[in-house]
């Protein structure tokens, strides 16, 4: 059930070690009778929900930037997973799009794709609209009866929750589903999100031919951070809407704000991070495009070396291992740190 491993992984091959070293998941240390709060949320997770006790909880690195939490039933015959991450991309329909393509390419479990219950749009208690997604499908064969997925917007944060039953068909696990999101404990500040529905497919898919890596210097570096630090303080109530690329995988999923033909967004695995790429303004050379690269991290933005043209998403992954990033900014801070080995 859990596939946050799928982006840590694909985000240790992109990014220059000692940073890119893959995170280990780290239970905290929580009694088993006491809820546990989210300091930065102020969402709270009980020991039990719904007849499930939590089992464990476990933060993919040290800063609480990604949060797993585990509950299960006596007789193991219902399993549920919450993910609680902060995502420089706060939009939930197309997270909610890419968990789903992962749990269908996946294939762990042998779900019916085509047997799926419709879409649900959903409010989070004490939230003013529908603005989460959630689906259920039955599965055809093995352990499980039926599984799901929901996905909501919690202020600047994501809230993700999968449930898995070996008793349950799947109209009952939607029931289910919905009940242990609304016993979970909610703050009392859910902010306005927009109301959620399924993301569509782009009108006119991009056609890219392979574009050519500009040199790096300075002003990429500088730039290419200062706009990340814009992008990540954009207010929650000001929304992106997405479509959707063809280019869809289980490792990584390709996007288009307000069908832009200019910029794109690849998703990796369905955990919060991504890889924005777009046009950029070219201050010394304003006559000359420039498309730009950033690795988008829970935590951090790491600006990789800029395009002369607006390249494929394959040439874009290609480039990511074999680069070294330019500059990078803390999410939350002001300051810019350059790596002067790669810009010259």
Not at 65 to 73: G, K, Q, V
Not at 131 to 159: E, H, K, M
Not at 214 to 222: F, H, L
Not at 293 to 309: A, E, K
Request: net charge positive.
């Amino acid at each position: 059930m859990r596939t946050p491993g799928l982006a840590l992984i694909l985000l240790a091959a992109v990014i220059s070690p000692p940073a890119g070293a893959q995170p280990r998941l780290r239970s905290l240390n929580v009694p088993p009778a006491a809820s546990w709060q989210h300091a930065a949320t102020n969402l709270i997770l009980p020991s039990t929900i719904e007849g499930m006790r939590r089992t464990d909880v476990q933060d993919s690195g040290t800063a609480e930037l990604e949060i797993i939490a585990t509950y299960e039933d006596t007789a193991r015959s219902v399993t549920t997973s919450v993910y609680l991450f902060r995502s420089q991309i706060r939009s939930a329909p197309l997270w909610f799009d890419r968990s789903r393509t992962v749990l269908e390419q996946l294939k762990v479990l042998p779900i019916a794709t085509a047997q799926a219950l419709p879409v649900r749009a959903f409010a989070l208690p004490g939230g003013a609209s529908e603005s989460g997604l959630s689906v259920v499908y039955p599965v055809s064969g093995g352990r499980y009866t039926a599984t799901g997925l929901a996905v909501a917007p919690l202020n600047d944060w994501t809230v993700k929750v999968r449930m898995s039953s070996s008793s349950l068909d799947p109209k009952a696990l939607d029931q289910k589903m919905a009940a242990f999101i609304g016993n979970i404990r909610w703050p009392k500040n859910v902010g306005p999100a927009p109301a959620a529905a399924p993301l569509q497919p782009c009108p006119t898919p991009l056609t890219l031919k392979r574009a050519k890596l500009i040199k790096p210097d300075m002003e990429q570096a500088v730039l290419g951070s200062l706009f990340a630090m814009a992008a990540a303080s954009k207010p929650t109530s000001d929304p992106v809407s997405y479509c959707r690329e063809q280019e869809q995988s289980v490792g990584y999923g390709v996007y288009r704000p307000a069908a832009s033909q200019t910029s794109y967004l690849v998703a990796l695995a369905d955990s919060g991070r991504a890889v924005s790429v777009g046009e950029s303004p070219n201050v010394l050379k304003p006559k000359t495009a420039r498309y730009s690269v950033t690795l988008l991290d829970l935590g951090r933005s790491s600006v990789y070396p800029s395009f002369n043209r607006l390249p494929p998403p394959k040439q874009v992954m290609e480039m990511l291992p074999s680069a070294r990033p330019l500059s990078s900014s803390e999410v939350g801070t002001t300051t810019v740190s350059i790596n002067s080995g790669a810009v010259r």
